[in-house]
């Protein structure tokens, strides 16, 4: 039961989150809610790539760089697709983590680079709020930014 908990809850952030990704385009990628703030581009990025790399704390390898945590948009261009390519990666190992995990293994602590030591649960919890904060940022830039 708890396997179909987690993977419910994997599929309502997927199913959400893409009602936002599927309205960015070329032309609102550079959207900002104001000058201060990212843009929908890199904010795409960014989930993407974050995703991916905490992944990597549950045991999973990946080639996705860092080029957006703990940096500022600096106006750079990124590649809409790469950025999707990304985000279906990211779910798609959290994903195979649910299916390959008993229940006990969400008690195990796991240390990371990023919070310090948390158990598996809580790294699967901050990485679906973290997808679901960042899409609320995209909509709202594409909505009322410029």
């Known amino acids: 039961m708890q396997k179909q908990i987690l993977l419910d809850l994997l599929d309502h952030n997927r ?18 809610l104001n000058e ?14 974050t995703a991916n790399i905490l992944g990597t704390f549950f045991g ?35 994903e195979d983590v649910i299916n390959n995990s008993s229940d006990q293994d ?14 598996r649960i809580k790294l699967l919890s901050i990485i679906l709020f973290h997808n679901s904060h960042h899409c609320g940022q995209i909509a709202s830039a594409i909505v009322k930014g410029n």
């Open 106 to 119: 969400w008690f195990e602590e796991v240390e990371t680079s990023f919070l310090g030591t948390v158990p």
């Open 36 to 49: 201060k703030t990212a843009s929908v581009g890199f904010i795409y990025r960014h989930i993407g790539e």
């Open 60 to 94: 999973n390898k990946t080639d996705v760089e860092n080029t957006t945590i703990g940096q500022s948009d600096t106006g750079k261009d990124y590649d809409l697709q790469t950025s999707h390519t990304f985000i279906e990666q990211g779910y798609k190992t959290l």
């Open 15 to 32: 199913f959400v989150c893409n009602l936002t990704f599927k309205n960015i385009t070329l032309e609102n990628s550079r959207f900002q």
